[in-house]
């Protein structure tokens, strides 16, 4: 039936022209953003997993950061615990040369001296971000000997939690200021041989003799340095560990980083191919429907020349 009062052609074509139009739309907007779900309204359940993976992400970030400033807080500690095994070496090989009958002890002392003094001032000076591990003071209300490097951000279905590289200071201070407690490595007593409380911080050789009782003390001086030494060297290996595993911690969240930024993409954004692609149909589709609308619209001019004589 051929109606004045209802064109359903017309209609028809309109239908089509406009959910063309709505879709040129949608894929004009995904090739404008890169995405093929930009809001919750697009993919609800998409969007939500995209933006939870995107917030997980910022967190792995701030993460990364975290281990790159105690990465740094452990190179700092490291190299001075380093300078301090140097530092340590020489002053043993004074002592060790101060055993020789006839030296001038108290000029080896001055030597000695000046050497303590630097392994003070390299310990006091290893502040990295008001941290400093070797020189500490364990009486203070908020000293902990244990260091936390926050080291992972993890999910779980429900709750969140943050991992750590804990590391014992307690082992490796140079200097303890805590006047009742047992000291540092190098503010440490010793007990050697017959000997006791020697410390690398204070000891003076300056007013040895050659005597018998004077050479026992100054060898039992050589191993208690010997011992300091070696803890020097135990607590820089210790560091040595810590920094391993923080840098395979940040190589794990580099790449753990760029899978969640895969997978999020995976998920929103637009293959540019296939819009580009579905945008020059789309326009074809259109044109089309244009075309047909204005036949349709057409149809109604028909009619009148029915009514021509």
Not at 12 to 28: E, F, I, W
Not at 46 to 55: D, G, K, L
Request: proline content about 0%.
């Amino acid at each position: 039936m051929t109606s004045l009062l209802t064109n359903t052609s017309a209609i028809t074509a309109l239908q089509n022209l406009s959910a063309t139009n709505r879709a040129m739309q949608t894929t004009q907007e995904r090739i404008s953003t890169g995405m093929r779900v930009a809001n919750a309204s697009d993919n609800a359940a998409y969007w939500s997993i995209a933006t939870t993976m995107r917030s997980d992400n910022s967190a792995l970030s701030s993460v990364k950061d975290a281990l790159g400033m105690g990465s740094a807080t452990v190179d700092v500690a490291s190299a001075a615990l380093k300078t301090t095994s140097d530092l340590v070496t020489q002053i043993k090989s004074k002592l060790v040369a101060a055993s020789q009958p006839g030296i001038d002890r108290g000029k080896v002392q001055a030597e000695i001296s000046q050497l303590q003094n630097q392994i003070k001032s390299v310990a006091d000076s290893s502040n990295f971000s008001g941290q400093n591990w070797l020189s500490v003071d364990s009486s203070g209300a908020d000293y902990n000997a244990t260091k936390n490097i926050v080291a992972s951000f993890t999910r779980t279905s429900s709750a969140v939690s943050i991992g750590t590289i804990d590391v014992d200071t307690s082992t490796m201070a140079l200097y303890d200021a805590n006047s009742g407690g047992t000291g540092g490595i190098i503010d440490k007593g010793r007990d050697v041989g017959t000997t006791t409380g020697i410390k690398v911080s204070t000891l003076d050789i300056s007013a040895l003799t050659d005597s018998t009782a004077d050479q026992t003390k100054l060898a039992d001086y050589v191993s208690a340095v010997d011992e300091a030494l070696t803890d020097v060297t135990t607590a820089a290996s210790d560091l040595g560990a810590v920094k391993t595993r923080i840098g395979t911690q940040t190589d794990f969240l580099g790449n753990l980083m760029d899978a969640v930024t895969k997978g999020v993409g995976q998920l929103v954004d637009a293959d540019m191919n296939q819009e580009s692609t579905r945008l020059q149909a789309l326009q074809v589709q259109q044109q089309l429907g244009v075309q047909s609308l204005s036949i349709a619209n057409q149809s109604s001019q028909q009619i009148l020349s029915l009514f021509r004589g």
